[in-house]
């Protein structure tokens, strides 16, 4: 099951080789700051990993990374580790619960907050050493449009932006899918809302957002911009129980509603983005 769970990382992975973006590749992120996009990725690859799939989440917010909070892991050797030399990838490399692995960056930073010509060069040389040992790996970004954030999104062929229906929220969430179909070209980009108060409402979220786009972000000819609603997540009180625990909401209670809707996100992604890639 180890082996699954953390396949053997080549030690030669130090290797700097370019990296395309990858199908397996999914970056999970935000215009804002606060709205879950943490919580769904840890979850997420839980559920993934529930359907037989080897799951690597990298925690990308590198200058404010809290992954190992919210999976109350206490990592003794962090991406910073890898990044200086003073280990190797796969010694950083950790099961978590929920039967996926992490690879967990430090917390406050500073030089990582940065896209420097080094930061660049040290996540592509670490990406390449994982990707090809995975079934999915997720990019926990963190929020908005700094270099550093731009350049982990360019990292992956697909993209999932959470938001919630406040309208702080939404007004990030477009300000970021603006940037990343202005930058980065992309025509097809995944929504999953959170915290939704009522069946339908990230659906509509989604259609509007839609048009907006449509109206005000312009694109090449025959290359429009495509939200795709993945699905929405309720506002469920177990949520804030599992958090508080410092537990995945996967484990603690699977069956309540915001469990139900990541399982079926899971489900969404395997049938439209991971079989597809294989």
Known sequence: MSDVLNPPVPSDANTSVPLKPLGKVMAVTSGKGGVGKTFVSANLAAALAK??????????????????????LYPKITLHDVFT????????????????SVLLAGSGMVEYSRL?????????????????????????????????????????????????????????????????VGQQKRQTIRMVINQTARIGDGRAITVQLQQVLDRFVPTEPGRPIKLVHMGDIPADPAVRQAIMRRQLLMQTTPSCPAAMAISQLALKLEESVISRNR
């Open 51 to 72: 359907l037989g799939h080897r799951v690597l989440v990298l925690d990308a917010d590198l200058g404010l990374a809290n992954l190992d909070v919210v999976l109350n």
């Open 85 to 100: 030399g003073k280990a190797k990838l796969e010694e950083a490399i950790i099961r978590a619960p929920g039967g996926f």
């Open 116 to 180: 420097t010509p080094e930061v660049r060069d040290d996540f592509l040389r670490i990406m390449s050493g994982l990707v090809p040992h995975y079934d999915v790996v997720l990019l926990d970004t963190g929020a908005g449009i700094s270099d550093v954030v731009l350049f982990a999104v360019s990292l992956a062929s697909e993209v999932l932006v959470v938001a919630t229906p406040e309208p702080t929220s939404l007004t990030d969430a477009y300000a970021t899918i603006k940037v990343l």
